[in-house]
């Protein structure tokens, strides 16, 4: 007959069953986080079903009214076709809008359109002039109406203050 075999150490034991885990737990891990990109995956591309893409033109950086568009300030991003209507500037009408100046502030990523230019708005016979500014007018004299803030400092005033929005 063979000898009696020797127990285990005990912490042996106990280092075995803490690598063991550590391995389960970072496996574990690591399939949860594969299950949770192919699902994030499929919800995009079932969100962008039946959708085309179309490029557009945009400001690479914010531009002031006024200011004169020069060719390294555009960019092209994708919208879907749906929202892309022929006010917007395509890129291979992009020529056409280089040296023009703006009658609009436009931020960083916005599409152009072309109606944020002054060669849109030059033509403009007078009494159609004259029906814009009355309405702008007619729009400034609306009671409560919201006023965009400025700044972060005029906002906390106005919610600290308790001021009227």
């Known amino acids: 007959m063979s000898a009696p075999r020797k127990p285990l150490h005990k912490g042996l034991l106990a280092g075995g069953l803490v690598v ?5 737990l970072v496996a574990g891990m690591a399939g949860a986080w594969v299950l949770s990109f192919s699902l994030i995956e499929k919800a995009k591309q079932e969100v962008r079903a039946g ?5 557009v033109v945009v400001a690479n950086r914010d531009v002031a009214p006024g200011e004169v568009l020069k060719l390294n300030e555009l960019a092209q991003r994708s919208i879907p076709e749906q929202l892309a209507t022929s006010s917007l500037v395509r890129p291979d009408s992009s ?4 040296g023009q100046a703006l009658t609009v502030p436009v931020q960083q990523g916005e599409p152009l359109r072309w109606a944020f230019f002054a060669t849109a708005t030059e033509e403009l016979k007078p009494e159609e002039t004259r029906l814009a500014e009355e309405c702008q ?5 609306v009671p409560n109406r ?20």
């Open 20 to 24: 063991g885990l550590g391995i389960g």
């Open 146 to 165: 919201p006023m965009p803030d400025q700044s972060a400092a005029k906002i906390r005033e106005r919610i600290l203050g308790g001021g009227a929005p």
């Open 137 to 141: 007018r007619a729009f400034d004299r």
């Open 95 to 98: 020529a056409y809008v280089v």
């Open 51 to 55: 959708w085309t893409f179309v490029p």
